[in-house]
Nanobody
Framework: QVQVVESGGGLVQAGGSLRLSCTASGVNFDQRGMCWFRQAPGKEREGVSYISWNSGVTDYADSVKGRFTISRDNAKNTLYLVMNNLQPEDTAMYFC?????????????????????WGQGTQVTVSS
């Protein structure tokens, strides 16, 4: 049974930090690239960051480069997103997703179409 569960969201003041976690079971976690997406009310879903199955490749949306860091611990089936210097425009529901194809590096990931297993999301709210 596939389970993808995000945690770590919350309310933080502008300039603050949060660490999101995502645990995935039943998806051969250590064989799949993982991605964080976010969606704010009234806006389209946005790809935030991608990490390959072996952590060899990481990538970020321009809007978060230099502030967010993605990482994973395959032994714990857990994906992380450390978010520093949070701004009100970072307010959104954050989702993690597992790549459809195993052992595959993605050069284009932000649309979300390459990801088959999704969590329910964790809310991040940044106050000004």
């Amino acid at each position: 049974q596939v389970q993808v569960v995000e945690s770590g969201g919350g309310l933080v003041q502008a300039g603050g930090s949060l660490r999101l976690s995502c645990t995935a079971s039943g998806v051969n976690f250590d064989q799949r690239g993982m991605c964080w997406f976010r969606q704010a009310p009234g806006k389209e879903r946005e790809g935030v960051s991608y990490i390959s199955w072996n952590s060899g490749v990481t990538d970020y949306a321009d809007s978060v480069k230099g502030r967010f860091t993605i990482s994973r611990d395959n032994a714990k089936n857990t994906l992380y997103l450390v978010m520093n210097n949070l701004q009100p425009e970072d307010t959104a529901m954050y989702f993690c997703a597992a790549q459809r194809v195993r052992y595959s590096y993605l050069t284009s990931w932000s649309s979300g179409t390459e990801f088959a297993y999704w969590g329910q999301g964790t809310q991040v709210t940044v106050s000004s």
